[in-house]
């Protein structure tokens, strides 16, 4: 298959590059496209070096399939003229998530909603994802009515940038040196902030809102209630999430950590003698979201409290990416089929 | 009034000589007392050395008021002997929180508690504090029901190891060093895990359960439902909460900041335009606790969300226990007298 990345230099983009070649995803051509500055790098993929090229005036990518991670007005002003060129587009961008015409998904949620698709798919927002991965089998087993979410959000939401700026803010305080931010708003070595994306007149930034309105349109429950408060830590690469649920049936810490054992995509870390549950520095770099902190929720009827970390770069973007390329495509992912080979059940 | 220190070296015990110094508390005789292994050194109130002693046998610690804080067992042990030699206590550990005859107060929410006490007299939990300064106010306002909290909290409660722990595991990782965890179980540089007290059957941890326990106590409220999620962030000093909580009556943000805003040992910080609202690094070395992030709950009937931010170690733990004291002995504190001076009200 004819593949084509746009922003092909962000997190997103490099991660694309990664995930392709470690899940054997059926490239015959690879072309990497950016913003104009960017033209002329090169990226690696597969051992070879790929030229980074503009988006071309006529909308044409050459490929079948384009994963789009360059910023909402890239996706906005392109994805269905790279659709009209023959490419299916999954776009990691908030341009399309709401629009009737694009199915928001998560294999491991609602495939189904590929069916009949127009062209353009979108990837959902990295913290929505990653709370359905527990949320969704839950929701089967027991029906989901609330959710009230916290977060503790790794920089690289932000980009590249955002891990480069963490890494020169927590250097400079650790000198003693002023701190000086430079993208972000406000420190955020050693300090927690409230998400940096806009505020609406309701006081809910628009983080908070996709946790709300995704969450509604990928499980299909247009009166699902959502309250989220999104926040910033000074954590490189993986979200993590409290989350307190409300379920139309009672729901047992034990009964949740045997639904969620059987997820697929999911990982439950609840080791209470221990105290070792989900952490990010655990879900940097995995596929799977881990699950922990299960307890019956002593504030919310039929409530469950649970944490969740996931990799933002990962299954919070471009993983989920490409899972739903390799869904719309039959293509089996070569991890997959070496965690067959090495099942004792296998052949 | 004599004044004696239990736990004079640690975060807390510091914090109390500063504090004792900033309010011009009346003190006519400092004594600071620690464990064995560092009694002889010094520590240093008002510009004087102070020697510290090892606690006595007889538990008679020449003192009108003794402000505790140096571990559950020793208060355990020594708290009601302090009393028989003639001692208020102010103790700062969880040992008599819960204890019948032990009010557990905060001075801005029920002083009345104070009434009749028997001698010794419980500082509530840190993120209890600091969430009840928030909610107490909303409470009288508008009848509090339930809350779901998730905190982020510093490592400065965990003691000052924990401050040093995080600045070692942070240059290590900066470097490129392995980190090796040691007190903290968990790597705490970039990294946030859930909070390190013993996790109980229902799956809950002591922070988590002391947040509802305690809050039912100093409310006076029996039935009132709590859940929260308690995680430790990599931040030095002051702790934060995201609180989604459901009220009796119908709240909006703008009834919620008019309350808060004339509630005293608070401050709102709700710049939704410049997304600027309570974070810790601002909070640190401040009285007052602010709160902000004001929203009509889009999960919770009757609900509002907001975040607190308050210092661990002042609100949290020494400046609330000093507050007792001087509400206790009728003492109007120096800061009081100098911003009362500094009113364009005052005569």
């Not at 590059?17 to 690696?44: N, W």
């Not at 659709?83 to 998530?97: I, Y």
């Not at 006081?203 to 709300?212: D, F, I, T």
Request: glycine share 8%; proline share 6%.
């Amino acid at each position: 298959m004819k593949v084509a990345i746009v922003g092909a230099t962000g997190a997103v983009g490099t991660e694309f590059l990664t995930l392709l070649e470690e899940r054997s995803f059926p490239v015959t051509s690879l072309r990497a496209f950016a913003s104009p500055r960017s033209a002329g790098r090169t990226v690696s993929y597969a051992g070879q070096e790929v030229v980074v090229e503009p988006l071309p005036e006529d909308g044409n990518l050459g490929a079948d399939v384009v994963f789009s991670s360059a910023g909402g007005s890239v996706s906005l002003a392109g994805a269905w003229r790279w659709v009209e060129h023959g490419a299916a587009v999954v776009d990691n961008t908030s341009a399309w998530r709401m629009d009737e015409r694009v199915p928001l998904v998560v294999p491991e949620v609602n495939p189904e909603a590929l069916e009949g698709h127009q062209g353009v798919i979108a990837n959902p927002n990295c913290s929505t994802i990653i709370a359905l991965m527990a949320l969704a089998p839950l929701h089967r087993a027991f029906g989901l009515k609330r959710a009230v979410v916290a977060t503790y959000q790794a920089v690289s939401g932000a980009g590249l940038w955002g891990i480069e700026e963490l890494r020169r803010q927590t250097a400079a305080a650790l000198a003693g040196e002023p701190v000086q931010p430079e993208k972000f708003k406000h420190q955020i070595a050693f300090n927690v902030f409230s998400h940096d994306s806009a505020v609406g007149d309701d006081g809910y930034n628009a983080e908070e809102r996709k946790l709300l309105l995704e969450s509604r349109k990928i499980l299909g429950l247009p009166d699902l209630a959502v309250s989220a408060t999104c926040v910033r830590v000074p954590v490189y690469r993986a979200h993590s999430e409290a989350i307190h649920a409300s379920f139309e049936r009672p729901v047992t810490a034990d009964a949740a950590r045997e639904v969620l054992a059987a997820s697929p995509g999911v990982r439950v870390v609840d080791d209470r003698d221990g105290n070792t549950f989900p952490m990010p520095l655990d879900a940097a770099g995995r596929d799977d979201t881990l699950v922990g902190r299960l307890r019956e929720d002593t504030a919310l009827p039929n409530g469950l409290a649970l944490f969740v970390s996931g990799d933002q770069i990962r299954k919070g973007a471009a993983l989920n990416a490409v899972q739903i390329a390799e869904t719309l495509f039959g293509v089996v992912p070569a991890t997959a089929k070496r965690a067959e080979n090495a099942s004792p059940v296998a052949v």
